[in-house]
């Protein structure tokens, strides 16, 4: 007979309600919501003649989604002067972390947006007879993306004279 030993790991399960978005080092904001974190991998199926039960698959180039992030309007203005920056043409690309945290308050993953932009903000919608949280959102595209199993996943990746990040960004 075989008995099951504890679970070590018991407190190492992620809930979607535990995250936070940083930039650089420094927790920025608190989202009610992130979404539209994709990857896609172009593809090209071979048949090879004579070889009837496979096939070769040939990778081709990434596409990442952009990434929509929601939360309650505050007095922060660290989005909105981020997004002022594009009408004056003095934009600045971000190594943005989105952290989510387990159970024991300890980072459990990290996803790190390489050369991050906004690319919209929507603002709510104000009525005069809701009641309802007023929520904004914030649309990034990035270039980029590191997973890390733990904290400190921040990358410090920088551009080359052609604008391109080293393949050494990503390790």
């Given amino acids: 007979m075989t008995t099951q030993s504890s679970n070590q790991h018991s407190e190492n399960y992620v809930t979607t309600n535990r995250f936070y978005v940083e930039i650089g080092q420094n927790i920025v904001a608190s989202f009610s919501e992130c979404s539209g974190v994709s990857i ?5 199926v071979y048949l090879e003649g004579g070889v009837n039960d496979q096939q ?11 990434i929509t992030l929601k939360r ?4 922060d203005n660290t989005f909105s002067q981020w997004m002022s920056e594009l009408f004056e043409e003095k934009t ?5 972390n989105i952290l989510t945290y387990n159970q024991a308050g300890e ?9 991050a932009i906004p690319v919209g903000w929507k603002l709510p919608s104000l009525e005069a ?9 914030l649309t990034l595209a990035f270039e980029g993306l590191k ?8 990358s410090t990746a920088t551009r080359d004279a052609k ?3 080293a393949a050494s960004a990503w390790e």
């Fill in 147 to 154: 997973v890390s199993s733990k904290a400190g996943g921040t």
């Fill in 129 to 137: 007879d809701g009641n309802t949280v007023a929520v904004e959102e």
């Fill in 56 to 66: 070769r698959i040939s990778l081709g180039q990434t596409r990442f989604s952009d």
């Fill in 92 to 96: 600045k690309r971000r190594n943005v």
């Fill in 40 to 44: 896609d991998i172009d593809k090209e």
């Fill in 107 to 115: 980072v459990v993953k990290s996803w790190n947006l390489i050369g």
């Fill in 72 to 75: 309650g309007t505050t007095d």
């Fill in 163 to 165: 604008g391109f990040f």
